[in-house]
């Protein structure tokens, strides 16, 4: 019996102390300034965030937190870099699945082609 109780709370601990699932870095400290300022220098410094996140994420062999891939990409859209914008979309898709009748949509409407109305 001793045994058992020793082993839960083993499993018990051993439950908590996973390693996070996404890397988040400081996004919600800058997105926030960004909100408060909406600068292009705080959108760069938020944009900047974005990319640490990316790179820290693949550095840590975790995926990238969902939506990151795409804000950047709209981030560049909205700098005219389409090509980018498009890339980090498509990243978007490629990481989460889910996201892609959205992405689709999205690269569409960038893209100026005519969408189905369903």
Same mark, same amino acid.
């Given at each position: 019996m001793n045994?058992?109780?020793s082993l839960f709370f083993f499993l018990l601990i051993a439950a908590c102390t996973q390693p996070p699932?996404?890397?988040w870095e400081d996004y919600s400290k800058t997105l926030y300034k960004y909100k408060k300022d909406?600068?292009?220098e705080m959108l760069d410094k938020h944009k900047i965030e974005l990319l640490k996140i990316i790179e820290k994420s693949e550095k840590k062999d975790v995926r990238v937190p969902p939506g990151v891939n795409a804000e950047l990409g709209y981030i560049f859209l909205i700098e005219g870099q389409?090509? /980018?914008a498009i890339l980090y979309l498509k990243k978007e898709k490629l990481t989460y699945p889910e996201?892609?009748?959205f992405i689709d949509d999205f690269t569409q409407n960038i893209?100026?082609?005519? /969408?189905d109305e369903n």
């Open positions: 045994k058992n109780i699932m996404y890397y909406l600068t292009p389409k090509d /980018q996201s892609t009748k893209n100026g082609e005519n /969408q």
